[in-house]
């Protein structure tokens, strides 16, 4: 009988355990609405280089046999820069103008007998086209001798050098970097399903990894018109202040300023479901629906439904329900 008691007492217990379990308010953590900035950006990645500057490569394939300039050094339109190895363009000048100086003076023996009336005119006019033929090729010879120099295309510094005395070199090869170590820009790319929302004169936010913690600014100051179909990108020009403590090759990651606002409502990630939020208010919760601004991982603008210093549920328990009661989790 004793027995019989302890075991239906025990079954109350288990009853009133599991009643009390299914009945309990859920725990739940919580947080305020903050107030802070939010900012809608285009992100892109580029590189720094001077607004003036080319590449300097040769115009024929050569062995290097002089370099003339050192980076850093300051050089003029026109000035040489290395001296690709002529011993073959010579030989072929000096031939070339052997056959021109034998065909003038061919020209010259042919006029003497036309006047004498000892040649025909058609001589004469062979002897004239093989002239200027034999002339034409000492010239293109000539300039080919001259391709041997590379020169500056333009005024500037030296900004880099790539080559040295014994290289083969060949046309798509970049010698010398030649241009003006200020003004600076970054040259960036951004992808085409954002190049519609990018606009001239926009404000820049960068990031290098030579300046950690650091953010720089610059200025949208170029659109190129026509994309890259094969990297499905547009190519972005963006200006940098004279003050710039960025240097030419450096890496950057750039957000292009869409919108920004200073005083949006937050709240952490955690706290929506869907594109809904539980406010708690005295010890219950309200669902309510929200129009969310711009989503980043550590905090969610609330353009709509919510204000600065109301409390929401973070990680709303899949069986939350709106006017339920909730407890704070310890």
Do not use: C
Not at 97 to 125: K, Q
Not at 242 to 247: C, Y
Not at 249 to 267: C, F, H, K, S, Y
Not at 289 to 314: M, N, S
């Amino acid at each position: 009988m004793r027995r019989r008691l302890v075991l239906i007492l025990l079954l109350v217990l288990a009853v009133g355990a599991s009643w009390f379990w299914w009945t309990m308010p859920p725990a739940v953590a919580i947080a305020m609405a903050t107030t802070g900035p939010a900012l809608r950006a285009v992100y892109a990645t580029g590189s720094v280089e001077p607004v003036h500057w080319a590449r300097v490569g040769p115009a024929i394939r050569a062995r290097v046999a002089e370099v003339m300039v050192e980076e850093g050094q300051r050089v003029t339109e026109g000035q040489p820069l290395a001296r690709l190895d002529d011993r073959e363009a010579r030989h072929r000048v000096e031939e070339a103008d052997a056959r021109a100086r034998f065909a003038d003076d061919e020209l010259a023996r042919i006029r003497t007998l036309v006047t004498r009336d000892i040649a025909s005119r058609s001589a004469l006019d062979r002897a004239e086209a093989e002239s200027r033929a034999v002339r034409a090729a000492a010239d293109a010879a000539r300039r080919r001798l001259d391709d041997t120099i590379v020169r500056a295309p333009a005024d500037g510094l030296v900004l880099r050098r790539d080559v040295e005395v014994g290289e083969v070199v060949d046309t798509p090869a970049s010698l010398f970097w030649i241009g003006e170590p200020s003004p600076l820009r970054v040259t960036a790319e951004v992808d085409e399903e954002d190049i519609a929302q990018v606009r001239e004169g926009q404000r820049v936010l960068l990031r290098a990894d030579a300046f950690p913690g650091q953010v720089l600014t610059a200025t949208v100051g170029q659109i190129t018109p026509k994309g890259d179909a094969t990297r499905k990108a547009y190519r972005v020009r963006l200006a940098l202040p004279d003050d710039t403590p960025l240097l030419i090759g450096m890496t950057v990651e750039a957000n292009i300023v869409l919108r920004q606002t200073d005083d949006a409502v937050l709240i952490p990630p955690a706290a929506l479901r869907g594109d809904s939020v539980f406010v708690v208010q005295r010890q219950m919760v309200e669902r309510r629906q929200v129009e969310l601004g711009v989503q980043g991982p550590r905090a969610v603008e609330v353009l709509r439904g919510l204000a600065t210093g109301e409390t929401v549920v973070l990680n709303p328990p899949a069986g939350l329900a709106d006017g339920q009661a909730i407890r704070l989790r310890p």
